[in-house]
């Protein structure tokens, strides 16, 4: 997040009068796609089932609101999928019929997601974050049994759309930190119609098992997501889906919520001290 933005959610003027506006804006627009939703139906299932073997895994840290937003949509689309929240909030709200897995408070991201990966059971994980939501065009069970249908892939990305403006990074530009390792599939190359990537969002069907393999840091509290993938280089084989969607609604006018969000000093001292000898000239990532 660019320091300015920082600077001003943090401003109570205007983080009052542009978060209003901006939570208004979101709300329209996912209340526009939900009727969407209603007319348009669901999608179809394909003859490999309903999300059979899949679990999806959600990391949820002070924003009840957001999770229960996700699983709203989640069981509006796909009943049937196991869900499984750890939640490392100072006050946790579990809802029924979900599996939900209290964590002390701020143990933080990786140590939430790792705790979550021991519990599921299925061969297949399904990674999310709090503040994501699902629509009738996600593609989950199509990319689903695409996954199924090819077992080189490890983990099957897909694109997050970012509201209000429904912008989607360029993740062939998504950079590792400096690593000796080699792909398993050269980067650019194709297992399918799917695209070898190094990195992919934090949005992804993965084979539970080789997950495993290679698993959260737990010193890292917050900024998991380049050193995960730098370490699952050689390892693991991620492919891109842009047909695998979901909507992604930040939260950066929650004071509360971003006190602790931005709060990823002593990550970015862990990961310059690991992957650079320079550690003044490192840059990071804050994703």
């Not at 930040?250 to 931005?262: E, I, K, S, V």
């Amino acid at each position: 997040m660019h320091p300015a933005l920082k600077r001003t959610i943090m401003q109570p003027p205007l983080r009052s009068i542009v978060g209003g506006v901006y939570n208004a804006l979101i709300a329209m627009e996912l209340a526009g796609l939900r009727v969407g939703d209603s007319i348009g139906g669901v999608e179809k299932t394909p003859a490999t089932g309903d999300l059979e073997g899949l679990t999806a895994l959600i990391k949820t840290f002070e924003r009840p609101y957001a999770v229960k937003r996700l699983i709203a949509s989640l069981r509006r689309l796909y009943p049937n999928l196991r869900l499984l929240v750890v939640d490392d909030s100072r006050d946790p709200r579990p809802h029924p019929g979900v599996e939900w897995l209290i964590l002390p408070f701020d143990v933080g991201v990786s140590i939430g997601r790792s705790a979550g990966l021991k519990q599921i059971e299925t061969p297949f994980t399904l990674l999310l974050d709090d503040d994501f939501i699902f629509y009738r065009r996600s593609g989950l069970r199509a990319a689903f049994a695409a996954l199924q249908r090819y077992p080189e892939i490890d983990i099957m990305g897909g694109k997050v759309l970012q509201l209000p403006h429904f912008h989607a990074s360029d993740y062939r530009a998504a950079g590792l930190f400096p690593t000796r390792a080699q792909p398993v599939r050269p980067i650019g190359s194709t297992i399918g119609p799917f695209e070898v990537f190094d990195k992919v969002p934090n949005f992804y069907i993965a084979r539970t098992e080789r997950l495993r393999l290679v698993d959260w840091d737990s010193q890292i509290k917050r900024m998991d997501h380049a050193d995960f993938f730098t370490r699952a280089r050689g390892v693991l084989v991620s492919v891109y889906n842009p047909q695998l969607r979901c909507f992604h609604a930040q939260t950066p006018f929650d004071a509360h919520y971003m006190q602790h969000r931005l709060d990823f000093v002593a990550d970015e001292l862990l990961l310059r001290q690991r992957y650079y000898r320079d550690v003044s000239s490192a840059p990071t990532d804050s994703e």
